[in-house]
T-cell receptor, first 110, second 113 residues
């Protein structure tokens, strides 16, 4: 079993839809939870991070962490074609020791 | 602020040849990471430097891979000899003290024929 599991998709949604992306992890000691976005042929860029259970909101993006279930989610409201990318969760015991999920490829259709 | 610079962006070599990748970090970033990313997978850490010291190289295949970070700034990752299975994107990332974010470069896409 991998330490971090992520549904690879691909996921295709119409513009304006709410998108839900998820990861599960196995190590209960993990306390850093991050979401990166990666456009084709680019390096990943950080979208959001948190180190506690609960929700964190930033514009159209909401990150949710449930430590009891070892489950994290990223929600995208009012999705736009520019949101089309691969979304990677990254989880670890510190911000410098992260394990990345395999990524979910998202396409938002205009 | 300039981002992480990597070169070359693309490299095609024959198997058993050597290859080297170069990374220039964001100014002032003392932590530098080299990751390997296979198609359809997330980045996997190869080595992490704190200044010029390699503090985590447990996933670096030391029989053929080597890395250095002279003077704690630029870094080079080398493969010798390259194998077909080394075809992947090699990403460099850097971070600064007190910040959680890792800033990634665009990567070097290696194809071994």
């Amino acid at each position: 079993q991998k330490e971090v599991e992520q549904d690879p998709g691909p996921l295709s949604v119409p513009e304006g839809a709410i998108v839900s992306l998820n990861c599960t992890y196995s190590n209960s000691a993990f306390q850093y939870f991050m979401w990166y976005r990666q456009y084709s042929r680019k390096g990943p860029e950080l979208l959001m991070y948190t180190y506690s259970s609960g929700n964190k909101e930033d514009g159209r993006f909401t990150a949710q962490v449930d430590k009891s279930s070892k489950y994290i989610s990223l929600f995208i409201r009012d999705s736009q074609p520019s949101d089309s990318a691969t979304y990677l969760c990254a989880i670890g015991g510190s911000a410098r020791q992260l394990t990345f999920g395999s990524g979910t490829q998202l396409t938002v259709l205009p | 602020e300039a981002g992480v610079v990597q070169s070359p962006r693309y490299k095609i070599i024959e198997k058993k040849q050597p290859v080297a990748f170069w990374c220039n970090p964001i100014s002032g970033h003392n932590t530098l990471y080299w990751y390997l990313q296979n198609l359809g997978q997330g980045p996997e850490l190869l080595i992490r430097y704190e200044n010029e010291e390699a503090v985590d190289d447990s996933q670096l295949p030391k029989d053929r891979f080597s890395a250095e970070r002279l003077k704690g700034v630029d870094s080079t990752l080398k493969i010798q000899p390259a194998e077909l299975g080394d075809s992947a994107v090699y990403l460099c990332a850097t971070s600064s003290d007190g910040r959680n974010e890792q800033f990634f470069g665009p990567g070097t896409r290696l194809t071994v024929l």
